[in-house]
């Protein structure tokens, strides 16, 4: 592909990406009207579409940083001082456990709060940790042997694009959690419910940009069975982790193939996280749960941190 091209394709979808961010702006509450599926008075969304992809919408983050830190893994048995290299790998095979553990807890705390069963989610918590850290252990397993199966030619891209990956994941998702809180903005779920109890009247919807601040849900919400982030519409949490499903696309950057199977391979994994990902955005609207800026923003924000994260470490990072 010439530069020439490749700059025409980015305005072109930079272009496209602006021009519906900019509508959604002024039809937020609009869109989310007309893709909606609440019940009269409930928080939570009982379409089993949407449901689905609440659950698992968090998957893709813990994948890329399973498979990067099993790659990073393989890479500490490399070091010649043996103890270092032990500990690291250990330090390694802790944080993949880690990874998938939480998201097994997590996907399972959805089907509870979708059981209206929370309470019960926590009485088990510990229960579950135990045996998510055990079923983990497996998994890790299991991403370790597909990483040592990796032939060794592809090992010094890997541990560069492993480290821009864990970046990726640290920057966009604190940043997406920092936003929340700063900006305040009441979920269309939350306002709905409110409104349906004769107790908001669209005072409380703000704009993507108007900043509230953290605003907390009162005891009286709770009751109501509004979630304590009913305050966090902007930007979408579960966007942005599915949406680190476009590090998998950036792998054949870092691999030594031809630029033909490079190009092939990278075009395959883009189509597939794009449509993934507007999929998933597409159910955070419908669930009530974010507007359509909410994950319009999410999506290109995660996407420009893994384009940043990927140049920044191919331009500190020399393995030797």
């Known amino acids: ?47 089993p579409f949407g ?6 919408g968090e998957v893709p983050m813990y994948l890329v940083g399973a498979f990067a830190v099993s790659n990073l893994a393989k890479a500490s048995l490399k070091i010649k001082n043996k103890i270092w290299a032990y500990v690291l790998f250990a330090l390694c095979v802790v944080g993949g456990v880690f990874a998938y553990a939480l998201m097994l807890l997590r996907a399972t705390e959805y089907v509870y709060e979708h059981s209206h069963a929370l309470e019960q989610f926590e009485k088990i918590k510990s229960m579950l940790v135990l045996g998510y850290a055990t079923i983990s ?5 299991a991403t370790l042997i597909l990483a ?12 560069v694009y492993s480290v821009a ?3 990726a994941i640290a920057l966009s998702q604190g940043g997406v959690q920092g936003i929340k809180v700063f900006m ?10 409110l409104e349906y109890y004769g107790l908001n009247n669209l005072v409380d919807y703000t704009k993507w ?16 069975g509004i979630a304590k982030d009913g305050y966090k519409s902007f930007p979408s949490g579960h966007t942005c982790s599915w949406a680190l499903i476009f590090g998998f696309a950036f792998i054949p950057d870092f691999l030594a193939i031809s630029e033909k199977k490079r190009l092939f391979a ?39 941190f893994i384009v940043f994260s990927t140049w920044l470490c191919k331009k500190l990072i020399k393995v030797k």
Request: charged fraction near 20%; proline fraction near 1%.
């Open 1 to 47: 592909m010439t530069k020439r091209l490749k700059i025409c394709i980015t305005a072109t979808c930079v272009a496209v990406f602006l021009s519906i961010f900019i509508l959604a702006t002024f039809f937020d509450y609009q869109i989310s009207e007309a893709i909606a599926r609440l019940s009269a008075g409930k928080y939570l969304s009982d379409n």
């Open 51 to 56: 449901k689905f992809f609440e659950v698992v």
């Open 137 to 141: 252990i497996g998994l890790v397993s």
């Open 148 to 159: 040592f199966k990796i032939p060794d030619k592809h090992l010094k891209g890997l541990i």
């Open 165 to 167: 990956m864990l970046l």
């Open 184 to 193: 305040g903005r009441q979920r269309y779920r939350t306002m709905k419910v």
């Open 209 to 224: 940009f108007e900043i509230n601040g953290k605003r907390v849900v009162t005891e009286e919400m709770l009751v109501l």
């Open 266 to 304: 990278k075009s395959i994994l883009l189509v597939f996280a794009t449509v993934t990902t507007l999929t998933l955005a597409y159910t955070r609207i419908l669930v009530g749960a974010h507007f359509a800026t909410d994950v319009l923003f999410a999506g290109a924000w995660t996407y420009l």
